[in-house]
């Protein structure tokens, strides 16, 4: 089993639809959580940045972080085609020095 | 702006040739991780540096890949031979490491490197 798990989809959606992206994981000692999003031909580039359990929302994107279920969701809200890309997330352990552990991203596309 | 900058965008090469992949870190920024990606087996990490000293190499196979950084604005990741499994996109990124913790990761647009 790997550490991080994440549906790889393809997710189709309608312009304007309200998207759901989730990522379970097994190690307890994760700690901060993050969401990057990668279009094609690019590198992943960081959405959101959380620590602890809890709701934390940027605009159309509101992060959910659940560390009694070991899981954590993106949601976008007003999805637009723009939103079109991969999906990562990814995670660390509060520890020194420790590198982060991605999943392996879900593709999401966004029908206008 | 400021962006982490990979050079080059796309290598194509033939098996045995020598590669090296260069970052320009974000000015600043005390960690650099060197990763690769493919579709198989998504983002790898291959080692990753701070201040400058190598902090982890674990994910490199040893008798070919070898990753340094001659100073802070520059990091290089060279594999001698090159096989045709060594085809991937390659990305660096960089981040601030704070009283231990890693903070924020950025990366370049990758290095596209295909092994004939």
């Known amino acids: 089993q790997k550490e991080v798990e994440q549906d790889p989809g393809p997710l189709s959606v309608p312009e304007g639809a309200i998207v759901s992206l989730n990522c379970t994981y097994s190690?307890?000692?994760?700690?901060?959580f993050m969401w990057y999003r990668q279009y094609s031909r690019k590198g992943p580039e960081l959405l959101m940045y959380?620590?602890?359990?809890g709701n934390k929302e940027d605009g159309r994107f509101t992060a959910q972080v659940d560390k009694s279920s070991k899981y954590i969701s993106l949601f976008i809200r007003d999805s637009q085609p723009s939103d079109s890309a991969t999906y990562l997330c990814?995670?660390?352990?509060?520890?020194?020095?420790?590198?982060?552990?991605f999943g392996p991203g879900t593709r999401l596309s966004v029908l206008p | 702006d400021a962006r982490v900058t990979q050079t080059p965008r796309h290598k194509v090469t033939e098996m045995g040739q020598e590669v090296t992949m260069r970052c320009q870190p974000i000015?600043?920024?005390?960690?650099v991780f060197w990763y690769r990606q493919t579709m198989m087996q998504g983002l790898e990490l291959l080692a990753y540096?701070?201040?400058?000293?190598?902090?982890?190499d674990s994910g490199m196979p040893k008798d070919r890949f070898s990753a340094e950084m001659p100073d802070a604005t520059l990091a290089t990741l060279k594999i001698q031979p090159s096989e045709p499994r060594d085809s991937a996109v390659y990305f660096c990124?960089?981040?601030?490491?704070?009283?231990?913790?890693?903070?924020?990761?950025?990366f370049g647009s990758g290095t596209q490197l295909s092994v004939l």
């Open positions: 540096f701070r201040n400058r000293a190598p902090l982890d």
């Open positions: 959380t620590y602890s359990s």
């Open positions: 190690n307890s000692a994760f700690q901060y």
């Open positions: 990124a960089s981040g601030l490491t704070r009283q231990g913790r890693n903070e924020k990761l950025f």
């Open positions: 000015l600043g920024h005390n960690t």
């Open positions: 990814a995670m660390i352990r509060d520890n020194y020095g420790q590198n982060f552990v």
